[in-house]
Structures are given as C-alpha cells and as structure tokens.
C-alpha cells in the first residue's frame, strides 16, 4: 500500500498536521537563529533587572516545531509580571521583532506569555509555574547561560551586588548629578 504522505512521526509535514503547527502564516527563518539565541538572552537579563526570579532559557531547537527559545521566569505580583511583559516587547521591537500574540491586557492573569515565533517568553506567579511545570514537560532541552558575566563572578545570579537595572546600574551605584539645564532667555 503506497501512502501519498508519510505519517511517519520523523516526517515534518505530519508532525506539523499533527501539532497543528501553523502560526498564521509566518514561517520561522533558520538563518535568524543567532539573533533569536542573543535576543532569548537578552530577554532574560531584562526579567531579571525587572525583579522576576528562577528564570530559566530552554533551548527547544529540534525539539519544538513551534519555536526555537522557551524564557520561563517567576513573578511577585500582576502588576510586577505585566511591567516586565511590557518591557520585554519593548526590547524585542528593538530588535525588529514585535509579539505575534500575548496577553498582557487579560486582567486577573497568572501567566502571561508574550509569542515573539523564534522567543516565547513566559511569566509565571510561582504557584503557578509549579503547576504547569514547563521546565519539567520541555525535560530534554538544554539550558542556555544567560547570567551577565559579572553577575556570575558574585557567586549567585540573584545576589544583590550583581543585579543590574535597565540602566546597567547596581544597588549604591552614584549617579552624577548635573545641572538642569537653563531655560532659553527671551
């Protein structure tokens, strides 16, 4: 008996059927891996300096048809993990990538995610990322460093003399002050 499609489950057309993997048209480019690697990366060093915690990057590539990153991270409180979703789709705009969905206007949310195709970043309340446990259902991908090298250099990723702000600023860091600047004279 000759099969015009294969259904065997190595085959990428019947993988896709089966997962139903078509994300509204748009297809992922593989030469864009290096740019989704540094932009998964930079994703989780802005969640950090955003005050999430246990933030964790799975490398999915060859075991997701859907996308290539997974960021996981925890959050203190709704309005904390929305300001954090809303600074990350700042970031990925800078770097030409805008989310194809995400749920940062749900109110009541516990998980926001934010779809970026080749990123898919996840906040999490701590409840109920152990519920979920993507960490645990995604057990075979890698875990890619992401911690700033300084950070790593303090012992801890989440001590408190390697965090930095937005700004690249630790805690006690002296900002200079400067004048303001006069008013044009009429």
Same mark, same amino acid.
């Given at each position: 008996? $000759?099969? @015009?499609?294969?259904?065997?489950?190595?085959?990428?057309? $019947?993988?896709?059927?089966?997962?139903?993997? #078509?994300?509204?048209?748009?297809?992922?480019? &593989?030469?864009r891996?290096?740019?989704?690697?540094? !932009?998964?990366?930079? !994703?989780?060093?802005? !969640?950090?300096?955003?005050?999430?915690?246990?933030?964790?990057?799975? %490398? *999915?590539?060859?075991? =997701?048809?859907?996308?290539?990153?997974f960021?996981v991270? @925890?959050?203190? $409180?709704q309005?904390?993990?929305r300001?954090?979703? +809303? #600074?990350?789709?700042?970031?990925?705009?800078e770097?030409?990538?805008?989310?194809?969905s995400?749920? !940062?206007?749900? /109110?009541?949310?516990?998980?926001?995610? *934010?779809?970026?195709?080749?990123?898919?970043?996840h906040?999490?309340? &701590?409840?109920?990322?152990?519920?979920?446990?993507l960490e645990m259902l995604?057990?075979?991908? %890698?875990?890619?460093?992401?911690?700033r090298?300084?950070?790593? /250099?303090?012992? $801890?990723s989440? @001590?408190?003399?390697? =965090?930095?702000n937005?700004?690249?600023?630790? &805690?006690?860091? +002296?900002?200079?002050?400067t004048?303001?600047?006069?008013?044009?004279?009429?």
């Amino acid at each position: 008996m $000759s099969h @015009s499609r294969s259904k065997h489950p190595h085959d990428k057309s $019947s993988r896709d059927e089966a997962l139903h993997v #078509h994300r509204n048209g748009i297809v992922r480019d &593989p030469s864009r891996e290096s740019a989704a690697r540094a !932009l998964a990366i930079e !994703l989780a060093r802005l !969640l950090k300096d955003d005050k999430c915690t246990d933030i964790v990057v799975l %490398d *999915l590539r060859g075991i =997701s048809q859907a996308t290539d990153y997974f960021i996981v991270a @925890s959050g203190t $409180s709704q309005r904390q993990m929305r300001s954090a979703g +809303v #600074h990350a789709e700042e970031l990925a705009r800078e770097h030409q990538s805008k989310p194809i969905s995400h749920n !940062l206007n749900e /109110k009541d949310a516990n998980w926001f995610v *934010l779809d970026f195709v080749d990123v898919v970043v996840h906040i999490f309340e &701590p409840e109920t990322r152990t519920f979920y446990d993507l960490e645990m259902l995604w057990g075979d991908a %890698d875990h890619i460093e992401w911690q700033r090298p300084d950070a790593s /250099k303090a012992g $801890s990723s989440d @001590s408190e003399s390697g =965090s930095r702000n937005r700004a690249g600023l630790r &805690p006690g860091d +002296v900002i200079p002050k400067t004048r303001p600047p006069h008013p044009p004279q009429a």
